[in-house]
């Protein structure tokens, strides 16, 4: 599959303005759970490349593989504590945003272990991953076919 455009090429405005969002909840969500996010979000959305970024970037975080690959099944693994759970459960409910949108038992497990201003990032977080997926989804963005050897 080839891809069909470098959006940073061109509209590098609006590819500025996602990195203004992505640079916002780096700033402010725990990288270990904004991975996390990421990487379920980008599962969801089926985007290759944003799946493979994130997955390594959470391994040379220091994830684990066993974390990492739960992440697809994080409602059966034994592998997240309760405030990675509510956040797997919120980017669920986000990204597969249905008709009626969020439940209120999400939004309700959400805000009991995280704060207003934390939750209020989450949402950012997940809003932002899911621009990435669409335009890297849309694009055809492609992750590279080899990984650069650990210097």
């Given at each position: 599959?080839?891809?069909?455009?470098?959006?940073?090429?061109?509209?590098?405005?609006?590819?500025?303005?996602?990195?203004?969002?992505?640079?916002?909840?780096?700033?402010?969500?725990?990288?270990?759970?904004?991975?996390?996010?990421?990487?379920?979000?980008?599962?969801?959305?089926?985007?290759?490349?944003?799946?493979?970024?994130h997955?390594?970037?959470?391994?040379?975080?220091?994830?684990?593989?066993?974390?990492?690959?739960?992440?697809?099944?994080?409602?059966?693994?034994?592998?997240?504590?309760?405030?990675?759970?509510a956040?797997?459960?919120?980017?669920?409910?986000?990204?597969?945003?249905?008709?009626?949108?969020?439940p209120?038992?999400?939004?309700?497990?959400?805000?009991?272990?995280?704060?207003e201003?934390?939750?209020?990032?989450?949402?950012?977080?997940?809003?932002?991953?899911?621009?990435?997926?669409?335009?890297?989804?849309?694009?055809?963005?492609?992750?590279?076919?080899?990984?650069?050897?650990?210097?």
């Amino acid at each position: 599959m080839q891809a069909r455009m470098n959006i940073a090429q061109v509209a590098p405005e609006a590819y500025r303005a996602v990195l203004g969002l992505e640079k916002y909840v780096r700033a402010n969500v725990a990288h270990r759970l904004l991975e996390l996010v990421k990487l379920r979000a980008s599962m969801l959305n089926g985007c290759a490349f944003c799946v493979d970024m994130h997955s390594q970037d959470a391994l040379d975080s220091g994830q684990s593989s066993r974390r990492l690959f739960a992440v697809a099944a994080w409602r059966d693994a034994p592998f997240f504590d309760e405030r990675e759970r509510a956040a797997l459960a919120l980017t669920d409910a986000v990204t597969r945003l249905g008709e009626h949108g969020v439940p209120d038992e999400v939004w309700d497990d959400a805000v009991r272990v995280f704060s207003e201003k934390e939750v209020a990032d989450l949402v950012t977080a997940i809003a932002t991953i899911n621009v990435w997926n669409r335009v890297s989804v849309t694009t055809r963005t492609q992750p590279p076919t080899e990984v650069a050897a650990a210097g």
